[in-house]
C-alpha cells in the first residue's frame, strides 16, 4: 500500500527557514515532487528530484531558495526552505509516481499525494 506522510511545515518569519519531510512507505520511488497549493489557487509544482539521474528542477519562484533532496535510505524526501516570503504560505505536497513521460509540474501527471503540510509565513 502506497503512503506518503509530509511533516516540518510551521509558522516563520519572512526570511526564515523550514524543512519539510515526505516519509514514503509501501515502494521506493524513483521520481519524486514537492507542489503547494494557496488559497484560491491551484495546486502548483515547487520542485522534483529524479532519483535515476540525480537531476533536480525548481520553480523560477523558488529557485535558489528551495533545495529537494532524498535520503534513500530512509525512503524520505525533504524541501529545505530558505529565505521564505509571505507568498510562499501555502499547503505543500509531496507527490510520487510520476507517469511515465509526464511533466513534472502538472499535478494531474503524478500518482500518490502525501496529506499537506502547512507553510505560513509572516511578513
Known amino acids: 500500500q502506497v503512503k506518503l506522510v509530509g511533516s516540518g511545515g510551521g509558522s516563520v518569519q519572512a526570511g526564515g527557514s523550514l524543512r519539510l519531510a515526505c516519509e514514503a512507505s509501501?515502494?521506493?520511488?524513483?521520481?519524486m515532487g514537492w507542489f503547494r497549493q494557496a488559497p484560491g489557487k491551484e495546486r502548483e509544482g515547487v520542485a522534483v528530484?529524479?532519483?535515476?539521474?540525480?537531476?533536480?528542477f525548481y520553480a523560477a519562484s523558488v529557485k535558489g531558495r528551495f533545495t529537494i533532496s532524498q535520503d534513500n535510505a530512509k525512503n524520505t524526501l525533504y524541501l529545505q526552505m530558505n529565505s521564505l516570503k509571505f507568498e510562499d504560505t501555502a499547503m505543500y505536497y509531496c507527490?510520487?509516481?510520476?507517469?511515465?513521460?509526464?511533466?513534472?509540474?502538472?499535478?494531474?501527471?503524478?500518482?500518490?499525494w502525501g496529506q499537506g503540510t502547512q507553510v505560513t509565513v509572516s511578513s
Open positions: 528530484i529524479y532519483t535515476g539521474g540525480r537531476r533536480t
Open positions: 507527490a510520487a509516481g510520476l507517469l511515465n513521460g509526464g511533466i513534472w509540474y502538472m499535478s494531474e501527471h503524478w500518482a500518490y
Open positions: 509501501g515502494q521506493t520511488y524513483s521520481n
